[in-house]
């Protein structure tokens, strides 16, 4: 199984919206990734999770808040987003170390904040 | 800091071969990526060189050469399906596990 899944696929919120995007795959990677995507660019990396710790926030705004319950699942909690927050937010995973260059993405989540 | 450069947009025919370039400036350098993206889909890891000289995947090829900084992506036999983004990428030299990705290059296949 190469497979990360993502739900849901698309999603629509209110600014004062509270909502959840997941993540799961069941390669046995311990590093998981949250980007954030916006069209024509490349995708922009948001956190990190190495065996389920959190060890790079790239400086991301308090409304995004993530979380990695188990070495399969990882969330990514939302709440009093911005319609500038509007974008693909990819979930991706791989084996820690020097293994970190073969990332595999997910589908994603297209985001639109109203 | 680090950065790469690589060609906004491409265009070739079908049949063809397309190379699309990549130069990378890094304090600290661990290997060269290459991810695929269609338009409204996902990135997909293409391939990666850690060493000098070519990787050959089917119709796709990966060149390093860390002397010159420098790499490129070779694709063969173009198909109408190989039109997509292709991104290069390097590991943050803080071997945080970050890829730091080129701006995209935008292939386009024409019949």
């Known amino acids: 199984d190469t497979e990360v899944t993502q739900t849901p696929k698309h999603l629509v919120m209110g600014m004062t919206n509270k909502k959840s995007l997941k993540c799961e795959q069941h390669?046995?990677?311990?590093?998981m990734y949250w980007y954030k995507q916006k069209a024509k660019k490349p995708p922009e990396l948001m956190f990190v999770?190495?065996?389920?710790?959190?060890?790079i926030n790239e400086s991301v705004p308090s409304r995004f808040s993530p979380e990695c319950p188990n070495s399969s699942l990882l969330n990514l909690h939302l709440h009093a987003l911005q319609p500038e927050d509007s974008a693909l937010y990819l979930c991706?995973?791989?084996?820690?170390?020097?293994?970190?260059?073969?990332?595999?993405f997910g589908p994603g989540t297209r985001l639109l904040v109203l | 800091g680090q950065s790469l450069e690589q060609p906004s947009e491409v265009t070739a025919v079908e049949g063809a071969i397309v190379q699309i370039n990549c130069t990378y400036q890094?304090?600290?350098?661990?290997?060269l990526s290459w991810y695929q993206q269609h338009d409204g889909g996902a990135p997909t890891f293409l391939s990666y060189?850690?060493?000098?000289g070519l990787e050959e995947t089917g119709r796709f090829s990966s060149f390093l050469s860390r002397s010159d900084s420098y790499g490129y992506l070779l694709l063969q036999e173009l198909q109408m399906k190989d039109s997509a983004s292709y991104f290069c990428?390097?590991?943050?030299?803080?071997?945080?596990?970050?890829?730091?990705f080129g701006q995209g290059t935008t292939l386009q296949v024409k019949p």
């Open positions: 991706a995973s791989s084996k820690p170390g020097q293994s970190q260059e073969t990332q595999y």
């Open positions: 990428a390097v590991k943050d030299s803080g071997n945080t596990g970050k890829l730091i």
């Open positions: 999770y190495s065996y389920e710790k959190l060890s």
């Open positions: 060189n850690a060493l000098d």
């Open positions: 390669m046995g990677h311990r590093a």
């Open positions: 890094t304090s600290g350098f661990y290997g």
